[in-house]
């Protein structure tokens, strides 16, 4: 789910009614007549046509529209300022991967140019819409929400069947946005990302929900992290335990201690674990570990599991690739899945890392702030050939760096021990990496179970570090 937002312009996402009166006061001396400003103010949102019809003698509305027209690019235009919060409001969407629709009661090259004035980019813009008309534009761009200071916004996105989102910087409170169908009001924009934020993550978590149901059964390849963990717990709650199975693939490249960790968590929501074994050694492309090497890991695990799921009549095998994984770049184990067919709810539903571990948060999941922890064969550097004796030394370097730094009461929460060859480079969280390069101990840790040379990354621990030292890594994917 991208969402698309809707958003009214003046006195929602601009500060225009300086602009407008003054407009209006001018237009009314050149066709030699009054208007009562605070008349104008309180008429701000509704189409001009109706505006003038409102303020002038009938026989000077059309010349009234065409000389408001004439008057407000270079007397309403300049005067009119952002609001409040509406660039971020903008940029909330947008770091969503959603669209921003302005939709307006105002003609559309007035709107144009009122947005190019204050430098506000969004997506589209639609003008010379007020009320249910508002609602037409909204559902052919398929907003999930439409945001306004105006009754008739709210009009507008019942209209739609979009979340109607009021704001009281205009002339209209909140009783009165309500009574117009507001679902729900907020002071300002700066109210607007925190409220997106939710919107959104509640809108992803039903559709992962649905999504799950149509699924009927699924076997859940649970690595043991916070994603595998948190799509476990979404299955369990979408089609109950009994429709739910949890393996963990067990091989030389699982650290002992996340098989262990996986069979406690399936247990506490109730769902059967299996721990059927993999042979990823088996494989030369992986053995080669060339910059393919998750591609040959991911079908060596899927290959396994399908077979499994069919023997065990459940319909479908899901991994936890999330939102994020599939725009990360340099992915060549979620080609494999694909290839395969494996199901993934997570992207599917467009959750984000982020959003998982808050949901995973919510639900009191262990996991929830479980550091990431990738296979051992993502600790040795591209080109050096995989080895179970190998993966077994950095399953010991760092338990031994582990239980290092804890005697020297440094709390790392993400760690790892990077194989080179013949030398291991140590990387911590980067407010730690200084301090733990000036712990003989911790080099002392690594450099006792076979390292020739050990140092500590000065940048400190990112995932997918070992990419960097791939010369082109799009040839992978």
Request: aromatic residues 4%.
């Amino acid at each position: 789910m991208r969402p698309v937002v809707g958003f009214d312009l003046d006195l929602t996402l601009v500060y225009s009614a300086d602009g407008i009166v003054a407009t209006f006061v001018e237009m009314a001396r050149r066709l030699e007549t009054d208007v009562d400003p605070e008349a104008v103010r309180a008429l701000i949102g509704v189409p001009l046509e109706a505006t003038c019809e409102a303020l002038l003698p009938p026989h000077l509305v059309a010349d009234g529209v065409r000389t408001y027209r004439e008057l407000y690019p270079t007397m309403g235009v300049p005067g009119t300022t952002l609001l409040p919060g509406a660039a971020e409001a903008v940029s909330a969407v947008n770091r969503h991967g959603g669209r921003v629709v302005v939709v307006s009661a105002k003609i559309e090259p007035a709107v144009l140019a009122v947005l190019d004035h204050v430098g506000l980019e969004v997506d589209d813009a639609v003008g010379g819409m007020f009320a249910e008309a508002k609602g037409l534009a909204l559902r052919e761009y398929g907003a999930s929400a439409h945001v306004g200071d105006h009754p008739a916004d709210m009009i507008g996105a019942r209209a739609a069947g979009a979340v109607a989102v009021g704001v009281t910087t205009g002339s209209h409170d909140v009783a009165a946005l309500e009574r117009a169908g507001a679902d729900v009001v907020l002071t300002d924009l700066r109210a607007f990302p925190q409220w997106l934020d939710e919107h959104v993550l509640e809108a992803r978590l039903a559709a992962l929900e649905a999504h799950l149901q149509t699924l009927g059964s699924v076997v859940v390849a649970f690595s043991g992290g916070a994603d595998s963990a948190f799509l476990l717990g979404a299955a369990v709650r979408a089609l109950g335990p009994d429709r739910v199975l949890a393996a963990t693939a067990v091989s030389p490249s699982l650290p002992r201690r996340e098989l262990l960790a996986a069979r406690e968590f399936a247990d506490g929501l109730g769902v059967r674990h299996v721990s059927p074994r993999t042979d990823e050694m088996a494989r030369e492309g992986y053995r080669a570990n060339d910059g393919d090497r998750c591609y040959f890991c991911k079908a060596e695990l899927l290959d396994v599991l399908a077979p499994l799921a069919q023997r065990e009549g459940f319909t479908h095998v899901a991994t936890g690739t999330n939102a994020d994984d599939a725009v990360g770049g340099f992915r060549p184990g979620i080609r494999a899945a694909a290839e395969r067919g494996a199901a993934t709810p997570l992207k599917d539903a467009g959750l984000t890392k982020a959003q998982v571990r808050e949901a995973s948060r919510r639900w009191g999941l262990s996991t929830w702030d479980k550091p990431a922890a990738a296979c051992l064969s993502s600790r040795v550097a591209y080109g050096v050939q995989i080895t179970p004796a190998r993966l077994a030394r950095v399953d010991r370097a760092e338990t031994a760096l582990r239980a290092a730094l804890a005697s020297a009461g440094v709390r790392a929460h993400n760690m790892r021990v990077r194989d080179l060859g013949d030398v291991a480079r140590i990387e911590v969280d980067r407010d730690l990496a200084s301090r733990v390069a000036s712990l003989p101990e911790a080099t002392a840790a690594v450099r006792a179970v076979g390292f020739d040379d050990v140092h500590v990354d000065p940048v400190g621990f990112r995932s997918g570090s070992m990419n960097e030292l791939l010369p082109d890594p799009t040839r992978w994917r």
